[in-house]
């Protein structure tokens, strides 16, 4: 079951970071270079939880997959800064995670693995491949880019009555429970949680990124 949930989220998040990349490409805004960068991690993780139910961990993409499965929430909190804060400060966040993420990847390139969680099959294995040194990063991305995430929606909602904070809030705390019912042993709830959350979170970008209603000049139009 758990092949399927993932073979979905990988085709559902993979045309979310495509429709962002046309949205970069054609506006150029440092917000959607944010958000597409952690749609575009994501849909790279789950790909790689895929392959992995099939023929287990490669290195390489183990790497990969851990790099940007442990950042995307980061670049997804980057995002929802620019809806939140001032721009300088939304900026500042996304160069010091990038900064810590080339870091991280780095240090994870240079890490010995362990070969038996590497050859297991059909299971989420995490980061346990991996030494803990290189495994410290992780919390200085996830920690403050789910605060900026779910925090930074849910402001978005209370104070300014904004929908698209209500259901990115919602769908990243999914994610966050997720997560943690997976440190619990319940690892098959994360699929599902993950594919719902991200859908969630991009319906309420899509609101977010929708341009304001112009007034109606009652004059001109009668």
């Given amino acids: 079951m758990n092949i399927i949930l993932w073979g979905f989220a990988t085709a559902l998040s993979g045309y979310f970071a495509y429709s962002i990349l046309r949205q970069w490409l054609t506006k150029r805004k440092p917000s959607h270079l944010a958000w597409f960068i952690g749609f575009f991690f994501y849909f790279f993780s789950a790909l790689g939880s895929t392959v992995s139910y099939f023929i287990g961990w490669e290195p390489s993409m183990y790497r990969i997959w851990y790099v940007a499965a442990a950042s995307l929430v980061a670049f997804l909190g980057a995002g929802q800064l ?4 001032k721009p300088k400060v939304a900026h500042a966040f996304l160069i010091l995670i990038a900064i810590i993420t080339v870091a991280m990847f780095v240090k994870v390139f240079n890490s010995p693995l362990n070969p038996g969680q590497l050859a297991l099959h059909g299971e989420e294995i995490g980061g346990t491949a991996l030494p803990r040194d290189a495994r410290l990063y992780s919390p200085m991305l996830t920690i403050p880019g789910s605060f900026a995430l779910i925090i930074g929606s849910f402001y978005t909602f209370f104070r300014r009555h904004s929908k698209a904070g209500l259901w990115i809030g919602i769908g990243s705390l999914i994610i966050a429970m997720g997560g943690t ?34 007034p109606v000049n009652t004059q001109q139009a009668g």
């Fill in 82 to 85: 620019y809806f939140t804060v």
């Fill in 181 to 214: 019912l997976t440190r619990f042993g319940l690892t098959d709830i994360l699929p599902l949680a993950n594919s719902v959350g991200i859908t969630l979170i991009f319906y309420g970008y899509s609101l977010a990124a929708k341009p304001a209603a112009l």
